[in-house]
């Protein structure tokens, strides 16, 4: 098991070496389609800061709006992921965000996170889901239909219950470390995301 966080701009980084201290990997906030399309404004610095400068094994996610309900939808936002991580070598998974999606859209969105995984797998990624192990996986997706997908889940407090296999568990919304001003979202990995990249080629490594 490998302790890591996730970031993004809402997280008012102060000590880059602190961090790395700290952590086994980070999954990093590439963009999204929730606020039109865009790529996060602290992306790039967190990732040549912990991954280029210090080694730091990292990840990345796309948290996509609310619209992201058709496969049309769920094609387009993996191909501006893909676009927003073009060249870039990541050791953990990059994960569709889903999040904003309406639960009477639930099979919309199902199928638009199929489509968006099989893209990125086309395109070469290792890509997982990344929701809540209830409001999530439960009332915005159809599990069922998503066994053959790595997933990254939320649960606080406790393990996940709903979902039952997963390779990722975010833990906490309000871990502190040193080298973060305020509180940072702490994860779990339970595979050896850095050799199966290293193996297969995905995600940029070489």
């Known amino acids: 098991m490998k302790n890591g966080i996730d970031i993004s701009h809402w997280n008012r980084i102060i000590n880059f070496d602190k961090i790395a201290q700290q952590i086994d990997f980070c999954i990093i906030k590439a963009g999204g389609s929730d606020k039109g399309f865009y790529r996060d404004s602290t992306f790039l610095r967190n990732y040549q800061t912990l991954h280029d400068e210090r080694g730091i094994p990292c990840g990345a996610y796309y948290y996509v709006g609310r619209n992201c309900i058709t496969p049309e939808a769920g094609c387009a936002d993996a191909h501006r992921f893909i676009e927003i ?71 606080y407090g406790s393990e996940p219950k709903k979902v039952k296999e997963y390779g990722m568990w975010q833990k906490s919304s309000s871990g502190m470390i040193d080298g973060i001003a305020g509180k940072v979202d702490l994860d779990e990995a339970y595979m050896d995301y850095p050799a199966i990249m290293k193996r297969t080629g995905l995600n940029n490594v070489r």
Do not use: Q
């Not at 919309?108 to 929701?131: D, H, L, P, Q, W």
């Open 85 to 155: 991580l073009a060249g870039m070598p990541f050791e953990y998974p990059v994960y569709i965000d889903l999040e904003s999606t309406s639960p009477k859209h639930r099979e919309g969105a199902t199928k638009a996170v199929i489509s968006f995984c099989e893209t990125m797998e086309k395109n070469g990624y290792y890509t997982g889901v990344y929701a809540s192990d209830v409001s999530g996986f439960i009332d915005r997706l159809d599990l069922s239909k998503l066994d053959r997908y790595d997933k990254w889940v939320a649960r």
